[in-house]
């Protein structure tokens, strides 16, 4: 096991908490006192920093910039019921976080770094985490190429760092969502099972476009028939048919492993649904919905917790849902929010505290 490297920790003189209000925040506006930050070089991880948030000086030739080699990671942590902190199964992301790192050819990020580090940032910034339901504490661990050179390859240096946003719900209310037959997310061999940054620029046109259409996002489909889908927006989903819950599997390397989505599988589970990990079929979407056994459309992730979807559209073929009368996806956000809020038994260890 590496020791843990020493933190220095530079605090700031006044917090900004007394001008904020924890309890009717947006999504990812604010910012806490405190920041972390440290820098890779030759082959090393050097001091971790933290330190008053603050703007960073970066060079015009900043290789991430040009080339994108950028990767993040979002993580909520919450005010138990009992006045404790606790972090979302942060150790599933910072897993994923390095299988992003490997895909972009950057360096992997030390355990003792992202996790340690993000704890002893938590810590400090401890009377940030808002208590009321639907809140919690976004943390935001990233990291990017800081060669200052515009040849392409790999960067030989990279910055990883946490920053933590006081946050209320990312969506809040059902969507209506466009089936994307025309711009595509992820292919086979590509980046869509990393949180590359390029995947959500990559993303934003198409997005736009539903937009412009009155949609709130796009179901993303295959490159190749655009037939089976993949995710909505910046989630992964789930079709509830009959008594079972349908997502589609992480085969092909086109969907992010999430980790609200592991949560939610586990839990439908422990609610006496099947759950199926499968390539579905746009057809076989329509086949359920005619047959009025499609009862159920939800997205998951960090950001959006679990999101109904109210409508879904492909080519002229509208299906609506009346979300009011649903069971499944309400109960699964009872049962998650309850584990989180620390109501109840957190029997997978899902909670890790500060
Ligand atoms: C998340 O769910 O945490 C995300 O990263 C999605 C989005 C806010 C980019």
Do not use: C
């Amino acid at each position: 096991m590496i020791a843990a490297p020493a933190v220095q920790i530079k605090r700031v003189e006044r917090s900004k908490l007394a001008d904020i209000n924890l309890e009717n925040l947006p999504f990812g506006k604010y910012f806490t006192d405190h920041m972390l930050e440290v820098d890779y070089d030759k082959g090393k991880w050097g001091t971790v920093q933290i330190k008053p948030y603050q703007p960073l000086m970066l060079e015009p030739s900043l290789a991430a910039i040009h080339y994108g080699q950028s990767i993040f990671e979002g993580i909520k942590a919450y005010r138990l019921h009992n006045g404790e902190i606790a972090i979302f199964r942060p150790h599933s992301n910072f897993q994923r976080f390095n299988i992003s790192a490997e895909r972009m050819a950057m360096p992997v990020v030390p355990e003792e770094i992202f996790i340690d580090g993000m704890r002893e940032l938590i810590n400090l910034d401890r009377n940030w985490v808002p208590a009321k339901a639907d809140h919690s504490l976004y943390i935001r661990p990233f990291m990017f190429a800081s060669d200052e050179v515009i040849g392409v390859k790999p960067s030989e240096r990279y910055k990883f760092m946490i920053i933590l946003s006081p946050t209320g719900p990312y969506y809040t209310a059902p969507m209506r969502i466009y089936v994307e037959e025309k711009y595509v997310r992820a292919v086979a061999g590509g980046v869509g099972y990393a949180k590359a940054a390029g995947n959500y620029g990559g993303a934003m046109l198409a997005t736009a476009e539903a937009k412009r259409k009155g949609y709130d996002q796009v179901l993303w489909t295959d490159a190749h028939e655009h037939k089976y889908v993949q995710e909505i927006g910046v989630m992964n989903v789930f079709f509830v048919i009959g008594n079972t819950a349908y997502t589609p599997d992480l085969g092909q390397g086109t969907i992010l492993a999430g980790v609200t989505r592991d949560s939610a599988i586990t839990i439908l589970r422990e609610m006496g649904l099947s759950v199926e990990e499968t390539a579905i079929s746009i057809d076989r979407i329509m086949d359920a919905y005619k047959t009025g056994d499609l009862r159920e459309v939800f997205g998951t992730g960090t950001a959006a917790t679990i999101s109904y979807i109210r409508e879904l559209r492909y080519k002229d073929f509208v299906m609506e849902f009346n979300t009011d009368s649903w069971k499944t996806a309400p109960e699964l956000k009872n049962r998650l929010n309850a584990i989180r809020e620390g109501e109840t038994e957190d029997k997978h260890s899902w909670l890790f505290k500060i």
